[in-house]
């Protein structure tokens, strides 16, 4: 798709995907725009962009902590969505940049949540109901999923869990294959008596990328450890 918009036609194709962006939905013509390769398209899809991710952004560093505008700055930050160059083409000002990059608290910073299973946190949105012996929260966890996933590798083998990679896969496109879903899906052990061994999987729910997600953490009492050599 190649030196195709008019500055009318990049006007209407910028506001469906900023709607797009802010609903987490996806459509075909914000599909169009991730197609978008010629150089003056993006530039000018990126110019009716630049006022409205501009807005959201000033919004979003005034306290307004909406869903939507969350999805508005993470688009901003990881260029979700649409394509690299038009959304680095609305988000021209480098300050501009840093400060939202500053105001988003990282992944690890927003695990403060006891899930209730050996004190294995959940983002701090996360309201910890039902069984007990499996606590599931969907949310925005302020990352993707593979950053999420890593978070819990790292956190667990610090807290002295050991990884079996023998019953996991962290890779979501493998588990997407095998049609389980896209998600991330590791089981680790802990050397005591009785053993105890947890699942940890985490679950794209909105667009691939974003930061909706759906975390489950699972007690599974009496599940023998791994051997290891």
């Given at each position: 798709?190649?030196?195709?918009?008019?500055?009318?036609?990049?006007?209407?194709?910028?506001?469906?995907v900023?709607?797009?962006i802010?609903?987490?939905?996806?459509?075909?013509?914000?599909r169009?725009?991730?197609?978008?390769?010629?150089?003056?398209?993006?530039?000018?899809?990126?110019?009716h962009?630049?006022?409205?991710?501009?807005?959201?952004?000033?919004?979003?560093?005034s306290?307004?902590?909406?869903?939507?505008?969350?999805?508005?700055?993470?688009?901003?930050?990881?260029?979700?969505?649409?394509?690299?160059?038009?959304?680095?083409?609305a988000?021209?000002?480098?300050?501009?940049?840093?400060?939202?990059?500053?105001?988003?608290?990282?992944?690890?910073?927003?695990?403060?949540?006891?899930?209730?299973?050996?004190?294995?946190?959940?983002p701090?949105?996360?309201?910890?109901?039902?069984?007990?012996?499996?606590?599931?929260?969907?949310?925005?966890?302020?990352?993707?999923l593979?950053?999420?996933?890593?978070?819990?590798?790292?956190?667990?083998s610090?807290?002295?869990?050991?990884?079996?990679?023998?019953?996991?896969?962290?890779?979501?496109?493998?588990?997407e294959?095998?049609?389980?879903?896209?998600?991330?899906?590791?089981?680790?052990?802990?050397?005591?008596?009785?053993v105890?061994?947890?699942?940890?999987?985490v679950?794209?729910?909105g667009?691939?990328?974003?930061?909706?997600?759906?975390?489950?953490?699972?007690?599974?009492?009496?599940?023998?450890?791994?051997?290891?050599?």
């Amino acid at each position: 798709m190649a030196g195709v918009l008019d500055d009318s036609a990049a006007r209407e194709l910028a506001q469906v995907v900023f709607e797009t962006i802010l609903a987490g939905e996806d459509n075909e013509v914000s599909r169009q725009a991730v197609g978008l390769t010629d150089k003056n398209d993006l530039l000018l899809l990126g110019r009716h962009l630049a006022p409205l991710m501009t807005d959201a952004a000033h919004r979003w560093l005034s306290g307004e902590r909406s869903e939507s505008l969350g999805r508005a700055v993470s688009a901003m930050l990881a260029s979700e969505r649409v394509s690299a160059q038009s959304v680095t083409a609305a988000t021209t000002s480098p300050n501009l940049r840093a400060l939202i990059r500053s105001s988003v608290p990282s992944v690890a910073q927003r695990m403060i949540v006891d899930s209730g299973i050996y004190g294995i946190p959940l983002p701090d949105e996360s309201d910890r109901a039902g069984d007990l012996s499996v606590a599931s929260v969907r949310c925005r966890a302020g990352g993707s999923l593979e950053q999420v996933t890593a978070f819990y590798k790292d956190y667990m083998s610090t807290d002295g869990w050991i990884f079996d990679a023998d019953a996991s896969e962290v890779d979501p496109g493998v588990n997407e294959e095998r049609n389980v879903g896209y998600c991330s899906w590791c089981c680790y052990s802990q050397p005591s008596r009785p053993v105890r061994t947890v699942n940890i999987s985490v679950w794209q729910e909105g667009p691939k990328g974003s930061a909706d997600l759906r975390i489950q953490i699972q007690d599974l009492p009496g599940e023998d450890l791994p051997e290891y050599d």
